[in-house]
């Protein structure tokens, strides 16, 4: 009976978090009928409702609030816990999970992250690509990466990268028709390309600053796209103006492909960074990634 209540408890403590049966069955590798079965089953035992269901989300009950608030991080305990086993190891071992974007995965973490996998056979990764800002305990990541600037005030940051600047570039066709940009307020003047942020749903708004003035400027377009690498695309194919992180673009800006313009209203902050939750014991296995992601600057 105590396993079947465990299994049981682990199944609401997942719904409850994932919000959804589909992506909580997911996680768990089990069915959706199982699953909603093992919550009917606890429910029927606690002689309580937990959940309140509808056809698109579920939501707790104050019952189920309770319930979440006393055992939800208890599993989280038992997780670190077993984790931290891997100390008796004679290696490091488990699955370390990283919630980042396409492009700091390819120049950044793969690389750095490369030697650690064939030193230690035993360390898995799973990658999450993602531009939203990802709750990694809620969706249960080891740690995930973004700018400085954007990590939360409880979280260990750690910087994998250099201090980097945003770029507004286009193609030389593009510029052949229209006047270069002088000012963050000529950009109101041309077709830009717009990104969709996947967390507000707003459009991005670009930000400048040059000795001390700051400007934001709602830029309009022909194109609005959700993820980077698109927009590269329709930049190189002459469609528009784009402003993206440096690193982004710098390939095609040494070789010619992009024009760099606005480049003294474009200061630099603080690149990316691995971030994660300060209360969590690091295991051995993550404690190695984040001695090979750390940056360190070159001295002079």
């Given at each position: 009976?105590?396993?079947?209540?465990?299994?049981d408890?682990?199944?609401?403590v997942?719904?409850?978090?994932?919000?959804?049966?589909t992506?909580?069955?997911?996680?768990?590798?089990?069915?959706?009928?199982?699953?909603s079965?093992?919550?009917?089953?606890?429910e029927?035992?606690l002689?309580?409702?937990l959940?309140?269901?509808?056809?698109?989300?579920?939501?707790?009950?104050?019952a189920?609030e309770?319930?979440?608030q006393?055992i939800?991080?208890?599993?989280?305990?038992?997780?670190?816990?077993?984790d931290a086993?891997?100390e008796?190891?004679d290696?490091?071992?488990?699955?370390?999970?990283?919630?980042?974007?396409?492009?700091?995965l390819?120049t950044?973490?793969?690389?750095?992250?490369?030697?650690?996998?064939?030193?230690?056979?035993?360390?898995k990764?799973?990658?999450?690509?993602?531009?939203?800002?990802?709750?990694?305990?809620?969706?249960?990541?080891?740690?995930?990466?973004?700018?400085?600037?954007?990590?939360?005030?409880?979280?260990?940051?750690?910087?994998?990268?250099?201090?980097?600047?945003?770029?507004?570039?286009?193609s030389?066709t593009?510029?052949?028709?229209?006047?270069?940009?002088k000012?963050p307020?000529?950009?109101?003047?041309?077709?830009?390309i717009?990104?969709?942020?996947?967390?507000?749903?707003?459009?991005?708004?670009?930000?400048?600053?040059?000795?001390?003035?700051k400007v934001?400027?709602?830029?309009?377009?022909?194109?609005?796209?959700?993820?980077?690498?698109?927009?590269v695309?329709a930049?190189?194919?002459g469609?528009?103006?784009?402003?993206?992180?440096?690193?982004e673009?710098?390939?095609?800006?040494?070789?010619?492909?992009?024009?760099?313009?606005l480049?003294?209203?474009?200061?630099?902050?603080?690149?990316y960074h691995?971030?994660?939750p300060?209360?969590?014991?690091?295991?051995?296995?993550?404690?190695?990634?984040?001695?090979?992601l750390?940056?360190?600057?070159?001295?002079?």
């Open positions: 009976m105590l396993k079947r209540n465990l299994n408890l682990l199944a609401f997942t719904v409850a978090r994932k919000g959804t049966f992506r909580a069955a997911a996680t768990l590798g089990v069915t959706q009928s199982a699953l079965q093992a919550i009917r089953g606890l029927e035992r002689q309580i409702r959940l309140t269901r509808t056809t698109r989300s579920i939501a707790l009950t104050p189920g309770r319930l979440m006393t939800g991080h208890r599993f989280e305990e038992i997780e670190a816990e077993l086993l891997t008796l190891r290696k490091p071992a488990g699955t370390v999970r990283i919630t980042c974007g396409d492009n700091v390819r950044t973490l793969l690389p750095k992250l490369t030697p650690l996998l064939r030193d230690y056979p035993d360390i990764f799973e990658f999450d690509m993602n531009y939203g800002f990802r709750d990694i305990v809620a969706d249960r990541f080891d740690a995930g990466v973004r700018l400085g600037n954007t990590i939360d005030k409880d979280m260990i940051a750690v910087p994998i990268g250099p201090p980097l600047r945003m770029a507004v570039v286009a030389p593009y510029f052949a028709g229209h006047p270069t940009p000012t307020e000529d950009l109101m003047e041309h077709n830009c717009n990104q969709r942020m996947p967390t507000s749903g707003g459009l991005y708004v670009w930000d400048f600053e040059r000795r001390g003035r934001n400027v709602r830029v309009d377009g022909s194109l609005i796209f959700n993820t980077v690498p698109p927009q695309d930049a190189l194919a469609l528009g103006i784009i402003l993206l992180p440096e690193d673009l710098m390939e095609h800006i040494e070789a010619g492909h992009l024009v760099r313009v480049e003294d209203w474009c200061p630099k902050f603080a690149g691995l971030y994660y300060s209360r969590r014991q690091p295991s051995p296995a993550f404690s190695l990634v984040v001695q090979a750390r940056y360190r600057a070159l001295s002079r």
